[in-house]
């Protein structure tokens, strides 16, 4: 499925709907780099909690005691932990960890207004979250082990964590990260995913996809939001409202970079 898909995806979107999703795929020896770019509505997006392996990544120079960033870093990527991933924001500080991002990948994100603290209101772009993962995946490869680390614990995210972009991309062994939110100010449900797919070598394939789904029916959005505040699993509802289109859109973006999956 090539861009005839992406304009099948984005065509049939509900109104006030954005969808985003971006491929990256290059390194030493092979074919030339490919990349891949769509969007539909807001150019930008809050992240959610897609961005935690790359916090995770960068803060492991920031704390000079490895055994307690691994005692945040890994549950902050495995299992999505809030409290470890602000424990690291807060104690390296969003504009360090923003700052060496950039140093590392040359994206360039800033820490939200108003509240610095909410490390998942940073907006981002699909195609820069691709180019920060790739960026990722190659440093594991020239021997970083902080991001081999990370991305190790990215393959271990499963069940209704990853919303089945393993399976959509018939990549069993890649890491993944996903990102899910609907705030109370928010019309929408953000769903986001990442995945970092095994090339062997210097090469790397990195494809994203990123949603906001309508949700204004306010029973919905209520039960929802008392599920948040009651530290309730939400992934149900995310899978209901934007799986389908999420994992259509990352494969749609595998297929458009020429890959296939291993």
């Not at 995770?56 to 549950?75: K, M, N």
């Not at 991933?85 to 590392?104: C, E, K, M, S």
């Not at 090339?199 to 306010?218: K, L, N, S």
Request: glycine share 10%; charged share 20%.
């Amino acid at each position: 499925m090539g861009r005839v898909g992406f304009d099948e995806l984005l065509r049939d979107l509900q109104q006030g709907a954005s969808a985003q999703a971006a491929g990256i795929s290059r390194g030493y020896g092979g074919p030339p780099a490919r990349s891949v770019s769509v969007k539909s509505g807001l150019a930008r997006l809050r992240c959610a909690s897609l961005l935690k392996p790359l916090y995770a990544w960068v803060t492991a120079g920031h704390i000079p005691d490895d055994e307690r960033w691994r005692r945040h870093a890994e549950p902050a990527v495995v299992v999505s932990s809030n409290t470890d991933t602000l424990n690291l924001w807060l104690a390296v500080g969003p504009r360090v960890i923003l700052d060496d991002l950039y140093q590392r990948t040359g994206v360039v994100w800033t820490p939200p207004n108003g509240d610095p603290s909410r490390f998942g209101s940073v907006e981002v772009a699909a195609d820069e979250v691709a180019t920060a993962y790739a960026a990722l995946a190659q440093s594991a490869v020239a021997g970083d082990p902080a991001a081999a680390t990370v991305l190790e614990w990215m393959r271990q995210v499963e069940g209704a964590q990853t919303f089945g972009t393993r399976e959509a991309l018939a990549a069993p062994e890649a890491g993944i990260k996903c990102g899910w939110y609907g705030a109370p100010e928010e019309s929408c449900l953000r769903t986001h995913a990442v995945a970092v797919l095994p090339r062997g070598g210097t090469r790397a394939t990195v494809v994203v996809g990123m949603t906001a789904q309508p949700y204004t029916d306010e029973r919905e959005r209520d039960i929802y939001q008392a599920r948040v505040g009651e530290g309730l699993p939400v992934e149900a509802e995310h899978e209901a409202v934007a799986g389908p289109l999420l994992r259509r859109l990352m494969a749609t973006t595998l297929a458009e970079l020429g890959q296939r999956a291993s």
